[in-house]
C-alpha cells in the first residue's frame, strides 16, 4: 500500500547570473535561497533564486526527495522539478544552497521511496515475543513524476513469528516499477535470542547409551 503524494507547490524562480560564495551570502541576507536548476532543458545548470521561508517547508519534511514542485520563472513559463540536493550550514542546518532537476510529465524517473510498517502494536508475531528486524528502510522504484508516492506502508497486524516481507510482497499502485531486487528483505519478525535460550533449557535431555566395556566372552 502506498501513501498520496501531497499536492504539487509552486515557488516563483528568479534567474541569476552571478555566482560565487560571496553572490550567495549576499543573497541568503535577502531572505531568498540560491538554486540551480538541472534537467533535460538545461544540461548546463540555470542558476536562480527562490523564497527562503516557503522552499524551507518542503526541504525540512521528511518529503522533500519525493515532493514534485513547480518553479514558475520570469516569463510565466513553469517547470517541475524535484530537489535533488540541499546544503545546510553545519552547525545551524540552515539551508544554504538547493539543486532542483527537471521531471518531465510522462517520463519516468528513478527515486528512493521509505518503506513504513504500521499496527506494530498488534502484530501477531510481536505479541508472541517476536521482535521486527528492519532490513531496509528504503527501496528505489520507477515512475512517472505525478505519481510519486510519500511512502510506501506495510501492515504488520498478520504477520507472525518468522514472517518475513520482502520487496516482492509489496503492494504498490499499477504503473510503479521496482529497481530494488525483488528479494531484497525489507521486514523479519524474528525469535529473541533470549526465547531461544530457554527454549533449549526446558528440552529434556537425551537419553545417552552407555555401553559397559567387559572381559570376552571366552570362547
Known amino acids: 500500500m502506498a501513501a498520496k503524494r501531497k499536492m504539487n507547490q509552486k515557488f516563483d524562480f528568479t534567474k541569476r547570473t552571478a555566482t560565487g560564495k560571496g553572490v550567495c551570502r549576499k543573497i541568503r541576507s535577502k531572505n531568498v535561497l540560491p538554486v ?15 523564497d527562503a521561508k516557503s522552499i524551507s517547508a518542503i526541504a525540512n519534511s521528511p518529503f522533500h526527495e519525493t515532493t514534485v514542485v513547480t518553479l514558475v520563472m520570469e516569463d510565466g513559463s513553469s517547470y517541475q522539478a524535484l530537489l535533488r540536493d540541499i546544503q545546510r550550514h553545519p552547525l545551524t542546518q540552515q539551508l544554504r544552497h538547493i539543486d532542483f532537476y527537471e521531471v518531465i510529465a510522462g517520463h519516468k524517473i528513478k527515486v528512493e521511496i521509505p518503506v513504513k510498517a504500521i499496527n506494530k502494536d498488534i502484530c501477531k508475531g510481536i505479541k508472541e515475543g517476536g ?57 523479519h519478525i524474528v525469535t529473541p535470542k533470549s526465547m531461544v535460550s530457554a527454549e533449549e533449557e526446558t528440552e529434556e535431555p537425551k537419553e545417552v547409551e552407555v555401553v559397559a566395556k567387559g572381559k570376552k566372552e571366552e570362547a
Open 36 to 50: 540551480v536548476l538541472y534537467g533535460p532543458d538545461f544540461k548546463e545548470g540555470l542558476a536562480g533564486t527562490v
Open 131 to 187: 521482535v521486527l528486524e528492519t532490513a531496509a528502510r528504503n527501496v528505489e522504484i520507477e515512475v512517472e513524476p505525478a505519481n510519486i508516492p510519500e511512502d510506501i506502508i506495510v501492515d504488520l497486524a498478520e504477520l507472525e513469528l518468522g514472517a518475513e516481507v520482502f520487496v516482492k510482497d509489496l503492494q504498490v499502485p499499477e504503473g510503479i516499477t521496482f529497481i530494488t531486487d525483488a528479494e531484497q528483505l525489507i521486514f
